[in-house]
């Protein structure tokens, strides 16, 4: 059972542009979610999260939104730079502070210049 | 420097020939944790850690044994290596204090990764 889905395995945008990830999820007790990205060779890093009390977080060029009736969420990326290009991967977790992470299957995104 | 370090990074063995993948953290972290990444599937849990002597199984854990003497370290072992285990892993570590770009308590911080080849 696929608890956190990243339906697209693939994005390409050009540089400049707007990047929209999109992460669906079926565990509606999840009540947090974060995006990590991660470049090959390297570890995932953190890029942004969102309270499951929250619509929509914002950290510069990055804002997450969440639609928790739909169980949506997505990850806008404003302008899309080339060293954006990296895999995205969207993770749920609930339990609060102790809980473990649920990742979704992630999604590459390639920003052309 | 805060970080994850993951030792080796790069491991060609064999089948049946024990190894050890070695994780150690400089933060102070109580809870670790260790993933392995294969192409279509994502990151998937192995096994966690919430503090020292306490271990759990997360999704994936046959054919791998983990332990946490120490708060710092959380190696992962692998009695019986066998091909199906290569993979990308990873190990993480987080606070469950106030920490964190993330808000709070619920940013992990990732290592380099072990890449490891079973033949």
């Known amino acids: 059972d696929q608890q956190v889905k990243q339906n697209s395995p693939s994005l390409s945008v050009q540089e400049g542009r707007i990047s929209i990830l999109n992460c669906d999820y079926t565990?509606?007790?999840?009540?947090?979610f974060l995006w990590y990205k991660k470049y090959p060779a390297e570890g995932p890093t953190f890029l942004i999260s969102i309270s499951s009390i929250k619509d929509k977080n914002e950290d510069g060029r990055f804002t997450v939104f969440l639609n928790k009736s739909a169980k949506h969420l997505s990850l806008h990326i404003v302008p899309s730079q080339p060293g954006d290009s990296a895999v995205y991967f969207c993770?749920?977790?609930?339990?609060?502070?102790?809980?473990?992470?649920?990742f979704g299957k992630g999604t590459k995104l390639s920003v052309k210049p | 420097e805060a970080q994850v370090t993951q030792n080796p990074r790069y491991l060609i063995t064999v089948t049946g020939k024990k190894l050890t993948v070695t994780c150690s953290q400089n933060m102070n972290h109580e809870y670790m944790s260790w993933y392995r990444q294969d192409p279509g599937l994502g990151l998937r849990q192995i096994y966690y850690s919430m503090n020292v002597e306490v271990t759990d199984k997360g999704d994936v854990p046959e054919g791998y044994k983990v332990s946490r003497k120490e708060k710092r370290n959380f190696p992962l072992i692998l009695e019986s290596p066998s091909p199906n285990q290569t993979s990308l892993y990873f190990c993480a570590s987080k606070t469950f204090g106030l920490a964190g770009r993330g808000g709070g308590y619920n940013e992990q911080f990732f290592g380099p990764g072990t890449r490891l080849t079973v033949l």
């Open positions: 993770a749920g977790m609930y339990g609060g502070s102790q809980g473990n992470l649920i």
């Open positions: 565990n509606s007790m999840f009540d947090y």
